[in-house]
């Protein structure tokens, strides 16, 4: 019998808008909606608060994919499911209904939730998201094409995942589309420029 509350389970913990709730109990003063980026994730918790600050955030948005996908695995759940339930973690993360429906990119999320649904496929994405990141220091290029590489993988090699991949690939890619049009133009911020407390 499939876990029909496992999407339910996605929603309410992919929906928990971390970076602002430690941003405050840190002593920040600072909505994150209204400065950097207008993101709530790792990325804009860096340019705004610092490295130190943004780690647990990380880690704590990509236990928002991770969580519905290792329960899903650990249950037995098929891939739709699954895939449902990571789709739903990523959607909620972006549009909180915590904070009028302003969330995050999605990308940490996404990421967290790949490394567990396949392995290979998420150390390969975060690997070319390394390298763009190292390279150029833009972490909105290098999210863009460590999606970009999750989708092509999935194409070639797990196909049965590659729409819901997709449907995750496409919602980043939304959520960028302002950072999109800074790289064009030359002003996307560089992650050596952030705070470094």
């Given at each position: ?72 695995l ?53 690997g ?24 092509i ?15 995750i690939?496409l ?17 996307e ?9």
């Amino acid at each position: 019998m499939e876990p029909w509350w496992l999407p339910v389970v996605a929603v309410l913990w992919g929906s928990l808008p971390w970076g602002p709730w430690l941003a405050r109990a840190s002593g920040g003063t600072v909505d994150l909606r209204t400065a950097g980026s207008g993101s709530i994730g790792a990325t804009n918790v860096a340019r705004v608060y610092g490295w130190r600050l943004a780690l647990p955030v990380f880690l704590l948005d990509a236990s928002k994919g991770a969580l519905p996908v290792a329960l899903g695995l650990a249950l037995g759940a098929d891939t739709d499911t699954i895939g449902v339930s990571l789709s739903l973690a990523v959607w909620a993360h972006c549009y909180t209904p915590w904070l009028g429906f302003r969330g995050g990119k999605g990308v940490a999320t996404g990421a967290g939730g790949v490394l567990v649904w396949s392995p290979w496929l998420g150390l390969v994405a975060m690997g070319v998201w390394s390298l763009f990141l190292a390279l150029f220091k833009r972490s909105s290029l290098a999210s863009l094409m460590g999606t970009l590489t999750m989708v092509i993988g999935a194409a070639l090699t797990e196909p049965d995942k590659l729409p819901w991949l997709l449907v995750i690939a496409l919602l980043v890619a939304w959520r960028h589309r302002g950072n999109v049009k800074r790289l064009v133009q030359g002003t996307e911020d560089r992650v050596d420029r952030f705070r470094g407390r």
